[in-house]
């Protein structure tokens, strides 16, 4: 535990209890793996700096201890919060970056005593298991952590933008579209607007006939001659032409029928 000592005789004359005493060990520890502590406090302040000491007015609350922490290669930062309930002390950790969060609670008993604080080798007790769950419970999750966050959001390089590209007043070229164009054609000019409408025999695109034959929906066999007193003769509407019905589509032609007379002598009725 090289270091501890030196840190602890530096911190000594502020040290006058067993939360003092944790927070000095937990210190340590957070700075041999890689930190340095900033300042007191949720937020930066003026007189922070990076140091391996404890800064100034690191106790000045023996129940909420806040210190900040920054990793050496500046890529980490750590918000550390420790509350003391009753004989415990919980431990709060927050790593900005990730947000990951780590808790740790520690008997003060086990691992301090109280009526040695002036000696530090008879301070602490169980060190190595004491470093041991710091380590495990707060040190390795919030590293863990900042690996995965990293590795899953990796540093991209974009390559420099051109002049041209930067110049708000160019208007970007046009790029077709891709995908599947109407089937309907772009009129020829603006003065085709409605040719279609001047073209009733469909020479362009459809026309203004109706036409049941080539409407696109499934439709019933027309018989050509509906509307008409006599049948037509065969042939004498060619397969496909296009032509107006005589008369509503389905209907037969016209003329008596023979189910529907009356009964001889009816009209004698009624004279």
Not at 135 to 141: E, F, L, Q, Y
């Amino acid at each position: 535990m090289a270091g501890l000592e030196v840190l602890y005789e530096t911190a000594a004359p502020a040290i006058t209890c067993k939360q003092d005493a944790l927070i000095c060990f937990l210190h340590w520890e957070v700075v041999t793996h890689g930190y340095y502590g900033l300042g007191v406090g949720d937020q930066p302040g003026p007189n922070d700096k990076k140091s391996e000491l404890l800064p100034a007015g690191w106790n000045n609350n023996k129940d909420l201890y806040v210190l900040r922490y920054e990793s050496k290669d500046g890529s980490r930062k750590l918000l550390v919060k420790a509350v003391t309930v009753e004989s415990s002390m919980i431990l709060n950790v927050l790593e900005y970056g990730s947000q990951q969060v780590a808790d740790l609670t520690l008997k003060l008993d086990d691992y301090i005593d109280a009526e040695h604080l002036g000696d530090f080798h008879r301070t602490y007790k169980n060190s190595e298991e004491l470093r041991s769950r710091i380590v495990s419970g707060i040190i390795t999750p919030i590293h863990e952590q900042w690996e995965k966050a990293s590795v899953s959001s990796p540093h991209r390089e974009f390559p420099p933008a051109t002049a041209r590209e930067v110049d708000p007043l160019r208007i970007p070229p046009h790029h077709p579209h891709t995908s599947r164009q109407p089937p309907w054609c772009d009129p020829l000019g603006p003065f085709a607007v409605g040719g279609e409408d001047l073209d009733p025999f469909g020479r362009r695109r459809g026309g203004m006939i109706v036409d049941p034959l080539r409407s696109g929906f499934p439709r019933a066999l027309i018989d050509p001659s509906s509307g008409l007193p006599n049948r037509l003769p065969p042939g004498a509407v060619p397969p496909g032409a296009r032509f107006d019905p005589f008369g509503p589509i389905g209907t037969s032609p016209s003329g008596p029928n023979p189910d529907h007379l009356p009964p001889p002598g009816f009209d004698d009725m009624y004279l």
